[in-house]
């Protein structure tokens, strides 16, 4: 029984660390769980939808900002920054982009690698292939210090295929 309580503290101690090297305050930055769906599959069908960020007098835009999506529905964002500054497209809950916000006012370099954000150079483009699962209200949005304030976000709402039908 010992050994067993030994093992069981050393594999605790193993996660814990594992864990801590993951926190968010660290140069890198991995999701496990996403609150807005799950990374798309290439070989299924989707939609194509074209954001572009962009800043100039004093505000940062995302267009569209609002978008509408059936639940179960792939769609591949093509992201285009035509702005001069570096910004990033962050997709997740709207309460996640705000503490992930707050992890960015204190690390503004922060790498992110994870299937539902990109960042995303001066006059380039980067891709996000999603599969919206769950219904509700979600947000895209920079979370570069400033650029979120400064109105560079936008909304997705995820309606039930069913529902979406009725409407029409």
Request: charged residues 25%.
């Given at each position: 029984?010992?050994?067993?309580?030994?093992?069981?503290?050393?594999?605790?101690?193993?996660l814990s660390?594992?864990?801590?090297?993951?926190?968010?305050?660290?140069?890198?930055?991995?999701?496990?769980?996403?609150?807005?769906?799950?990374?798309?599959n290439p070989?299924?069908?989707?939609?194509?939808?074209?954001?572009?960020?962009?800043?100039?007098?004093?505000?940062?835009?995302?267009?569209?900002?609002?978008?509408?999506?059936?639940?179960?529905?792939?769609?591949?964002?093509?992201?285009?920054?035509?702005?001069?500054?570096?910004?990033?497209?962050?997709?997740?809950?709207?309460?996640?982009?705000?503490?992930?916000?707050?992890?960015?006012?204190?690390?503004?370099?922060?790498?992110?690698?994870?299937?539902?954000?990109?960042?995303?150079?001066?006059?380039?483009?980067?891709?996000?292939?999603?599969?919206?699962?769950?219904?509700?209200?979600?947000?895209?949005?920079?979370?570069?210090?400033?650029?979120?304030?400064?109105g560079m976000?936008?909304?997705?709402?995820?309606?039930?295929?069913?529902?979406?039908?009725?409407?029409?």
């Amino acid at each position: 029984m010992r050994y067993a309580l030994s093992g069981l503290a050393v594999a605790a101690f193993i996660l814990s660390i594992g864990l801590s090297l993951a926190a968010p305050g660290e140069k890198g930055h991995t999701h496990a769980v996403f609150n807005a769906g799950e990374p798309g599959n290439p070989k299924k069908p989707f939609r194509t939808i074209v954001i572009v960020g962009r800043e100039g007098d004093g505000s940062m835009s995302f267009t569209p900002d609002r978008i509408e999506v059936k639940r179960g529905e792939q769609i591949k964002f093509i992201i285009k920054n035509e702005g001069e500054l570096p910004h990033e497209f962050l997709l997740d809950s709207i309460e996640e982009n705000q503490k992930h916000a707050i992890a960015m006012q204190k690390n503004p370099e922060m790498e992110h690698d994870d299937p539902n954000g990109r960042r995303t150079e001066p006059k380039q483009t980067s891709e996000i292939l999603w599969r919206f699962s769950k219904v509700g209200t979600f947000e895209f949005a920079c979370l570069i210090p400033g650029h979120y304030e400064a109105g560079m976000k936008g909304v997705i709402t995820v309606v039930d295929a069913k529902s979406a039908k009725k409407k029409k």
